[in-house]
């Protein structure tokens, strides 16, 4: 049967309004947006469940080829992270050190320029020393920052930094205490020479006879029991205890995010994004919160979310 085009618009405008209504009911509304797909988890014996940490603070990175040591480190007595910040000039490899602090983490202070990582707290939290890359002359040196307000120092000023025939690698080993910094620099092709600061003479010793260069020299530091149990010896990726022991961040093969509840025998994602790859995470010194690098950007997670 004919009908006018007068009647036939008003019909095929009906169907049409018809038909989105179920698509509506049917597919969801037109404003849902699609959750980022979780990761399903391999883990032996372990339980997946709903995440119970939730995102509080993101900032931009640096982003490096290889290891450069911690480029996130928490203070060991507050809840102040710092961090290798990308800058408008540099976002590969060398950046400028800046910390955040609790309860925002939205306020970045800079401590110091030309930062590539190896950031590591003094005992009691008032100096920070780092790796730094002169742009000058492209040798590697020492910082020291301080959170407190003092300029910041190179333990290896101009000409002293340059302690081979190439970029003179060195290397953060540990605090001995709030007044004398343990580091490696290196001496010539495949050898490294232990060395003694004093933080405030700024004068070195040499420690016992040169040696070997290790394959880790920047790799990324994690925490973990003397004894690891035999559940985790052998699970895949990196695993990092927070300080009470009770839980375990772990970075799996594929760069997923997880927290391992100990006690329970439980684990969940940490939203990440479908495409993100995590490559090191840090505890605050309370547990309370969980620092994660992904790509490039630092993303900082609370334990205490809202309901």
Known sequence: MYLP????????????????????????????????????SSVPGLQVISPEACQVAE?????VEHPQGDLISWSPVTNTLAYIAST?????????????????????KRLATQAAG????????????FLGLRRSDNLYTIGLAYPGGRASK???????ARTDDFSSQKAIIEWMDEGRLKVNTSCGINCMQTMVFGVISGLSTPIGDPVQHEWDLWSVS???????????????????????ESHIAYIDEAGNAWVIN???GTLYPLDIGAYGTATETDWSYDGQYLAVQVDQNLKIFSFDCPE
């Open 5 to 40: 085009s007068l009647i036939r618009r008003p019909i095929i405008f009906i169907g049409l309004l018809l038909l989105i209504s179920a698509c509506t009911f049917l597919g969801g509304t037109k404003g849902d947006v699609t959750p980022t797909p979780m990761p399903t």
């Open 59 to 63: 900032q931009g990175m640096i982003r």
């Open 88 to 108: 408008q000039g540099s976002s590969w490899n060398v950046g400028e050190l800046d910390i955040l602090s609790a309860p925002l983490f939205d306020s970045p």
């Open 118 to 129: 190896e950031l590591t707290w003094s005992p009691n939290g008032i100096t920070l020393a």
């Open 154 to 160: 190179d333990l290896f000023p101009a000409e002293a």
């Open 222 to 244: 994690t925490n973990h029991p003397a004894n690891i149990p035999l559940e985790y010896a052998n699970l895949a990726g990196q695993l990092n205890w927070s300080s009470d």
């Open 262 to 264: 100990i006690g329970s």
